[in-house]
Nanobody, 126 residues
Framework: QVQLVESGGGSVQAGGSLRLSCAAS???????MGWFRQAPGKEREGVAT???????IYADSVKGRFTISKNGAENTLYLQMNSLKPEDTAMYFC?????????????????????WGQGTQVTVSS
């Protein structure tokens, strides 16, 4: 079992930055961990994930703007979001799962992950 708690959301203007954090209740070095988002009326979508080997995968919509990372103790996940756009407005969720292996955009599928945080709201105004 892994409990996840997100923080760092807020309201910013377009072009601004935010840094999301996700604190895990236990060591997650052997887990895949990811950030997902869900806007009103839309399905949850993968934003970025970091594999247990440290490889990172990003959705095309955020490449070059967002950076996913873990701290040295591997129990906190971050998402640095720069050059934010109004279309980035959503509830952002942290997720974790022990996945044997995946590659590419398949790793961004929400269905792969069973451990979820409660979410943190990000609102970007134009």
């Amino acid at each position: 079992q892994v409990q996840l708690v997100e923080s760092g959301g807020g309201s910013v203007q377009a072009g601004g930055s935010l840094r999301l954090s996700c604190a895990a209740s236990r060591y997650t070095g052997t887990y895949y961990m990811g950030w997902f988002r869900q806007a009103p009326g839309k399905e949850r979508e993968g934003v970025a994930t970091i594999r247990d080997d440290g490889a990172t995968i990003y959705a095309d919509s955020v490449k070059g703007r967002f950076t996913i990372s873990k701290n040295g103790a591997e129990n906190t996940l971050y998402l640095q979001m720069n050059s934010l756009k109004p279309e980035d407005t959503a509830m952002y969720f942290c997720a974790a799962e022990r996945i044997r292996y995946c590659s590419g955009s398949y790793c961004l599928s929400p269905s792969l992950y069973n451990y979820w945080g409660q979410g943190t709201q990000v609102t970007v105004s134009s």
